[in-house]
């Protein structure tokens, strides 16, 4: 397997931090033509990486409501356990500001980074990939 440049590994997945700001649906669409998705957050200390990585810039994450009559969903599959995820929105987030925030972005360093936004905003984005996407 050759792709590992520019991915940083933490606990069996890979993930991309990118340095180009994309809008949300956009940046999904390059994370799969690298076989990745936007990154799911299933864990405090995932979160963790995420947030002291992306050290304070806002980083869309694959959290979103659009297509799915409202329910948050990550787009890798994941299920959305949205107890467990209560405690990494910022407070008062989501807002859905102006009716029009169904995607999701790291906006902080901190826990509480969680902030939804307008899919049409551009911002950098983090995929995320298994370490042996092709092994059975
Ligand atoms: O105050 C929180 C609020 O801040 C902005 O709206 C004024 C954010 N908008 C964008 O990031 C585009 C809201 O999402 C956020 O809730
Ligand atoms: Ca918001």
């Excluded at 990745?36 to 864990?43: D, F, K, R």
């Excluded at 979160?47 to 659009?66: D, N």
């Excluded at 999701?104 to 995320?128: E, G, M, Y």
Aim: charged share 20%; glycine share 8%.
């Amino acid at each position: 397997q050759v792709v590992s440049q520019g991915w940083k590994y933490f606990r069996g997945h890979f993930y991309y931090f990118s340095q180009i700001p994309k809008t949300w649906y956009s940046a999904q669409q390059i994370c799969i033509s690298r076989n990745s998705h936007l990154t799911s957050v299933t864990s405090e200390s995932e979160q963790e990486f995420l947030y002291r990585t992306a050290g304070g810039l806002p980083y869309w994450i694959g959290l979103t409501k659009a297509g799915s009559e409202g329910d948050w969903h990550w787009v890798d599959g994941t299920p959305y356990n949205k107890v467990q995820s209560e405690k990494f929105w910022i407070p008062g987030e989501p807002n859905n500001h102006g009716n029009n925030e169904h995607c999701v972005n790291l906006k902080t360093s901190a826990l509480r980074s969680w902030n939804d936004a307008s899919c049409d905003n551009t911002f950098l984005f983090i995929c995320k990939r298994s370490y042996k996407p092709s092994e059975p």
